[in-house]
């Protein structure tokens, strides 16, 4: 492992290529295009282990990523925004079938307006989709989530398909110094299918249809097996950290710092709010695992703050508040409140957050502001 | 009792043209294959979880996917070193309609796959709607034959001519009423490498409005009347599988409740429509065209 | 922790700039982070970059307001875009110009382009001029060794040549 | 059940759609020639030609008669189904 | 007005065509189907003011429907689960655009596994998309619901899509006995755009792209219309009563009987629970408006219950809750329960909501069980 | 200064082509024109809000959908007592890949439309990835050239003539390098009712490499030289408009980095396509075969 | 409040059979609710429907699983079928067949479809018996009328001619 | 700024793309004999025939010279842009 300093979206495609999946479907969009650009070099110049798809469309790009998946191999996408939107139906299905997956999502804002900047409203909005939901802080980190993600979502205590979301253009299109593992130390093993692989040698229905009884049995084998396994996310998170010696809180989330009040949010917005809080000596609290949502470490974390606050760059559209911030209200019933940052990739330097901080005090409980 | 490819006891209707045409082709090629359906009566009827009509491998995702599912299939199966015949299979809804960006696009990109689309002319699964390949005049639950309009009022779509336009190698036409030209075209196509079609016809008692024991007598009268011909098209030649008789197409639509609208003059419209295309048809093989010509 | 901004143009590489000084940064030994300020602009537009170099590990994400060094690819620039806006008091600013402009490092880049490179390509030749003006806040050497990996061959070489070149023929005009 | 995949393939076999039949369609064992020709037709896969004779499963068979329809010497007939 | 016993769906198509919208896209899904074919059959007898467009996708009604608002007609949709899950990108532009566009939803479950039968997850899953949801009792308030809509919607103050949910199967498919006016009275006036119509008399662009600030205060508009319209929810749902003789609670929710405990629900599955809560005394209210989320009636209404128990149809994956239950628990601190019942169809009669209801005093709170 | 129809001020590349041609098609059509446009280089470069290059009416709303939101617009236009021109126009890759099920989707049901297709061959706005109008053997971001792969694989997707098999009344190629030609042909496609198609050949200076100011001289080039023949197809009957001097596809393919590792045999491999194609061309224009043929 | 559930196959028109019901009760002056149980099943495949029929508006949304009356139209699924499940105390039961089954209500529907309609179309015959068998829960009238309405012109007629006959031949069996 | 429409059309104009220029086209009225082809191809919609004349709109015209590259009487030159 040599530390190097890199584009996030090479830092990517560099361990995608390592990871080996059999089966890429690619469709560019900003800002995650760089990474099947880079994978398209490794391709055309005989580096790449795994057949490029060049699909027509994201839904084909998802769907073609099921098909292969659901033959029995390791299968890579990369999207945002519109493409993930336009894949929302898929989704599902992926979940559903259990596939285990893995996709980068670069965030960015959903149209209209279009806007090809950074913000979450693309991966929040398929949170109810079933898949596991990562949210990285750095480029190192989406580098070791991807490790993790690969090996979390091909666990036979798992079998779903995961997104490792990163900040678009802040992660994806910045240079940023990050230690690639040169080979994965036979961390992440070949995949194997037990459940899932269309061999006509041992044939198989997938995809069958339920009516009313089997379909509420296997949506609740969905979530059950969603809400079991933040041990395996854990295990995974400390055996990653024993072998590349790096690890990221609990694995699910990480706090930083100490303080009565905290502050909670995800992604690579959490470096600022990290810079002011050794300044105004709060919490940080950050979201790495968004899905499942670990509501028992959150509401562990939370217990007894005078205030939360929840930075976050999506909205839930009519609730008055994002996401992030319902989804954490629901732990917690102390003093909270909102504030709605970076839309559509709005620059949100630690002087602007400073600003915000300091008007928690004034704010109402349950209060939503919206900062430019 | 089953097919070494599927088992009997699904729900298809009695009398299903759509079945009968799935098993063939299955048949034909046999069991190293591995299918990818799209959503529509064949899903539908055949694998009610936990049971499932198929021997052979089988995978339904979405309505409108299964030629980029079949992508994915193919490429994964080739890497692991197989060389299943990948099929992509689907109604005239999933694959001409919602699912045709898919089979565009997989096409275009020309994946080792074989496409079949089964043409009952509608949208069955969901209560008879018109979908493009609804012929012109047909009656269906959303182009009703009502006092002002009568059905459907645009030609049906040609999607052999298209899949051929993308450089498909080759595509087919064909018709449940005749299983050994079927056969051999499935077997045909098995044998070139790159993406194939084969456009099959098959009639849908219930949808068509007509008595279950005659899907084969209409998968017939199509053809002899000449509103579905037979031809294949490799490599851009064009090649009449079988010159029809030219019964009058009124002998196609007696029966048919979808059509008991018809006038006279409908009648005739359609009649000519039949003679102008096959002399067409018949131009073009004879003149030994391309019709492929990629830019 | 230093902070670069750079004033470009769609096309002329400002962008490229701010990440091969990175790397030549990381080269020198320390941490560093790029990068652009992106929109839908094409060839000709005024674009931006950023530079940040410390000697730990870079704990921020946001645009710099308040740059140490501004370098402008693009004497025309001077025209449409406040360069100096933030700058930090004692900041450097450093410019492709024929002219000489008080206060500010001058080269003329696109006259050293023209003769080593052949084209008015001068994101490479300010670099040169960068790590002079700065007092060689990032070397020459990991300028020059960065420019090569990403311009393997003959054209890594020749803006090499310009880097060398506008380093040696930078200087500081005086108010 | 994870994630819905059926492993028994075939065992749709199981349904009992003979139950559906209104008209049941016979073999004449003296007139079938053994064709097949039934049998390539059949929806419901639910023929069978055993030492040249066509065999029906009524298990299965739902009745539609496409292969009376089909059967080239006449060789089928059919009866209501007894209730 | 007469009542007549109609199929809910076909009363739907009856109330459209009066609402006389100028261009009606379709495509057929189970359960929505029987909606498009009755508009079908007025179009082919010549008793239709609008034109039909027999779309090849989902994606594509939505895109005519906005197209034909964007041009300043009024214009209508229906559709159900995977094709409302196919619009799901066109959605979230549609709300940008503020386009007053209604569609009904016929609500069914969401693949995989496939399923035709009625649950929430296809609009609760498109929650966040800007759109108003409202969500019918049954096939009545539904006509009522498609009438206030369009009035809504259209209201200057508003300009925002809005989907009527109604219970697939449950109400599409049932014979009941309504009142589907024979004529509007003038309530709903000709729609006629102020904003947004494609006139090459007064030339306009819409659907511009932005970038960051702009985007993010046109999203904060977005935001504060969905916030700031509750009065003309009321409003309009005041007025129809006073018209034509209906009233549904406040308009927002309706809170039905007495008790120290509550039951939160939606849709045609109210009825049930209104039947239980006679038997068994607690309160049921239903939430009729659910974007925007009415957070103060429903806090006012919950406030100082023993316990809240929310009975819902859909589950956002990985929380261990349904999103109904996410959204109730940000206004409300007690015990709370919740029961994710009734996925894929599944039959809820009284009797099962009754041995539900009683294992409430046993549950913890936050917990969640899934019934069948 | 601007035109009647657009401003200046946009921030389309100097030299670019596409902005070219949209501007030529807009001044063809004239006022009366409602353009429904997709995602790309022609949105993102016109229309950054509060600001509009248009002077007609303009939107834009994915880039999957141009041609169902035309569908709108135009049955809205009409309920409303207009007769626009209503233009469903974008890439290649709006119009080809993404968006070709909603363009299908609109010539199967027959609206009264004009699709224009901007080809600069290559998703641009995104930075130079492959489209299926990508030509063969074209470097692009996502098909580099490489030490294995030579670019591109697949031929160009013939989209003009999948369209005259979708039953399109007109169907048209053209290049902004022959702009009365293109204005004949818009002209023509307002004169006729129901969905036409032009496919309209624009170079892009940034994703071709090439100096800004040799756009027109590509335009016209890529038709001397036969790889993009300017016909049109009107009721199914092609008729070829302009008969090139066959100048070597070298001297297309120089001063292009797109084509920069071009070998002479892949070189060859091209030029005899162009003869081949050429060479049908005429064979079908003389056969006077109709090219529609519905079922 | 009456509650009935009718037993059919796939296009026999059960579902229609228990709206044209709640029609009529409608037109009786009731209120009436009707609904099919729903599946992917095709013609052929056993399937229910239920009618509810009240003096009040109808408060509930449930299968019936407790049905007053039963409504069989097709002998055969006595064989696959638990045609009485969950039949109250007291309940009828109507079935369409030639022979006769004690303790039920039987008539010979399709005989009389055949007769009056020309097809074995029995599901509106059955109406017919079931007015009967209810002691006129609702009446022979607003189920002719309910008919007529469905089925305009000759259809109508012929069905409401099968009605009025399987009225009248309808036959309650001893146990 | 309901739902981001536009009614100021054209309003693009107040952008001055001529920043981009490296290079300046030049029409010399003495060549030009005002056959508009020029304006035919520029994309930046810079120029207007007056008077017979080409006139170059400076304060947006990109540089791209496509102009300069197609009038057929080479009535347009170019120069660098002064800086
Ligand atoms: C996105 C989406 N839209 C609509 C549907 C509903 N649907 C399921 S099958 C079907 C019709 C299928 O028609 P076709 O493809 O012709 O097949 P058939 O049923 O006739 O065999 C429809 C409309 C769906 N499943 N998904
Ligand atoms: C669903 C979706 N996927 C991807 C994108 C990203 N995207 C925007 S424009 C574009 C390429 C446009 O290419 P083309 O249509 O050829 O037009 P051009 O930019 O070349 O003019 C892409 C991939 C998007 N906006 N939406
Ligand atoms: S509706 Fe038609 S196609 Fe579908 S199962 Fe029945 S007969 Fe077959
Ligand atoms: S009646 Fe139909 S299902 Fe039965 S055996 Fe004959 S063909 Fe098969
Ligand atoms: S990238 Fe090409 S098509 Fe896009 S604006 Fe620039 S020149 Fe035009
Ligand atoms: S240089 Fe280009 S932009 Fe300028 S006037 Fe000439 S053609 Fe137009």
Redesign the interface.
């Known amino acids: 492992m040599v530390k190097k300093i890199e584009e996030g979206s090479h830092a990517v495609a560099d361990v995608v290529r390592l990871l080996n999946p059999g089966v890429l479907a690619m469709y560019p969009i900003t800002p995650s295009t760089h990474i099947p650009e880079r994978l398209s070099e490794f391709e055309a110049n005989g580096e790449l282990g795994g057949k490029i798809i060049r699909v027509e469309s994201e839904f084909s790009a998802i769907s073609a990523v099921v098909g292969a998946s659901a033959r029995g191999i390791r299968a890579y996408t990369a999207t945002s925004s519109q493409g993930l939107a336009l894949m929302h139906e898929v989704l599902f299905a992926a979940s559903g079938m259990r596939l285990p997956i893995v996709i980068t999502v670069a965030n960015r804002a959903l149209s209209a307006p279009l806007n090809i900047f950074n913000d979450w409203q693309d991966s929040i909005s398929e949170r109810d989709s079933g898949w596991l939901q990562f949210y990285g802080e750095d480029s190192q980190e989406v580098v070791d989530l991807m490790i993790q993600a690969y090996k979390i979502a091909e666990d036979k205590r798992v079998l779903l398909p995961t997104m490792v979301c990163m900040d678009g253009f802040f992660l994806t299109h910045t240079y940023d110094v990050i230690d690639v593992p040169e080979d994965l130390k036979g961390f992440v093993p070949d995949y194997k299918p037990e459940h899932a692989f269309l061999d006509p040698k041992k044939p198989m229905t997938q995809g069958a249809w339920a009516m009313q009884e089997p379909y509420f049995k296997l949506r609740k084998e969905l979530e059950e097996a969603q809400r079991s396994i933040f041990p395996v996310i854990k295990e995974v998170h400390d055996d990653f950290a024993k072998v590349f010696g790096r690890s990221y809180g609990d694995g699910l989330i990480e706090v930083y710092g100490e303080g009565d009040n905290a502050v909670v949010t995800m992604g690579s917005f959490s470096t600022n709010l990290k810079v002011l809080a050794d300044k105004l000596g709060f919490q940080v609290i950050r979201i790495r695992c968004y899905r499942p949502f670990p509501d028992k470490e959150l509401a562990a974390a939370l217990k007894g703050k005078e205030s939360v606050a929840v930075f976050e760059k999506d909205v839930s559209y009519g609730t008055g508040h994002g996401a992030v911030y319902n989804d954490v209200r629901t732990v917690y019933n102390g003093k909270m409140v909102n504030f709605i940052v970076g839309l559509g990739g709005l620059d949100v330097p630690v002087s602007a957050l400073e600003k915000m901080y300091k008007q928690v005090p004034e704010m109402k409980d349950a209060e939503t502001r919206w900062q430019i | 009792m089953s097919s070494e490819v599927i088992s009997s006891g699904h729900s298809a209707c009695a009398g299903c043209g759509e079945i009968m045409g799935e098993r063939m082709v299955l048949e034909a090629i046999g069991k190293d294959v591995i299918v990818c359906q799209a959503t529509g009566c064949m899903e539908v009827t055949t694998t009610p979880y936990p049971k499932t009509t198929f021997k052979v491998p089988w995978v339904h995702v979405t309505f409108e996917n299964a030629a980029s599912v079949a992508s994915g299939v193919v490429e994964a199966d080739r890497k692991l070193g197989g060389d299943a015949t990948v099929l992509a299979i689907g109604g005239d809804g999933g694959m001409m309609d919602i699912g045709f960006r898919a089979l565009s696009g997989a096409l275009e990109r020309g994946h080792d796959i074989l496409v079949v689309i089964t043409d009952n002319e509608a949208y069955m699964n969901t209560g008879i709607q018109r979908s493009s390949g609804t012929p012109k005049y047909a009656s269906t639950t959303t182009t009703p034959a009502g006092k002002v309009i009568p059905g459907k009022l645009q030609w049906k779509k040609n999607i052999a001519r298209i899949a051929v336009a993308h450089g498909a190698p080759y595509v087919a036409t064909a018709s449940v009423g005749f299983p050994q030209d079927l056969a051999a075209k499935v077997k045909k196509a098995k044998s070139i490498r790159g993406p194939k079609l084969i456009h099959l016809f098959t009639p849908c008692p219930v949808g068509w409005g007509f008595d279950s024991s005659k899907t084969v007598y209409y998968a017939k009268k199509a053809v002899e009347t000449g509103l579905w011909p037979l031809y294949e098209v490799e490599h851009g030649k064009l090649k009449i599988d079988q010159k029809p008789s030219f019964a009058p197409v009124e002998e196609y639509f007696k029966g048919q409740k979808r059509y008991k609208h018809l006038t006279p003059e409908l009648i005739a419209e359609i009649e000519k429509h039949v003679k102008d295309r096959w002399a067409e048809l018949e131009k073009q093989e004879a003149a030994g065209i391309n019709l492929q010509l990629l830019p | 922790m230093l902070e670069v901004r750079f004033h470009g143009?769609?096309?002329q590489g400002a962008v490229t700039a701010?990440?091969v000084l990175?790397?030549a940064a990381?080269g020198d030994g320390k941490?560093?982070?790029?990068?652009?300020k992106?929109?839908?602009?094409?060839?000709?537009?005024?674009v931006q970059s950023f530079t940040r170099v410390d000697e730990s590990?870079?704990?921020?994400?946001?645009?710099v307001?308040e740059p140490d060094i501004v370098v402008v690819l693009?004497?025309?620039l001077m025209?449409?875009v406040n360069v100096r806006q933030g700058i930090k008091e004692g900041g450097i600013l450093i410019i492709n110009?024929?002219d000489k402009v008080p206060g500010a490092w001058c080269v003329d880049a696109t006259r050293i382009a023209l003769d080593t490179i052949g084209k008015?390509i001068v994101n490479t030749a300010m670099l040169g001029a960068f790590s002079k003006a700065s007092g060689g806040a990032v070397s020459l050497e990991s300028i020059i060794k960065a420019i090569k990996e990403r311009f393997p061959g003959e054209l890594g070489e020749k803006n090499a040549e310009a880097i060398r070149k506008a380093s040696e023929s930078c200087s500081l005009i005086g108010v | 059940m994870v994630g819905g995949i059926i492993k028994d393939v075939g065992n749709i076999s199981s349904n009992k759609t003979g139950s559906w039949r209104t008209f049941r369609p016979v073999v004449d064992k003296n007139k079938c020639i053994g064709c097949g020709t039934c049998k390539m037709f059949c929806p419901d896969v639910a023929i069978e030609i055993v030492d040249g004779k066509a065999i029906i499963d009524y298990d299965h068979c739902k009745g539609c008669l496409i292969c009376k329809s089909v059967c080239p010497v006449g060789a089928i007939s059919s009866e209501e189904e007894a209730k």
């Not at chain 3, 941490?31 to 652009?36: K, L, N, R, T, W």
């Not at chain 3, 992106?38 to 005024?46: C, H, I, N, T, V």
């Open positions: 143009r769609g096309g701010a990440e990175a790397v990381f941490y560093s982070q790029a990068f652009g992106f929109g839908p602009e094409r060839r000709g537009a005024p590990p870079i704990r921020i994400r946001q645009e307001y693009d004497p025309g025209k449409v110009t024929k008015p």
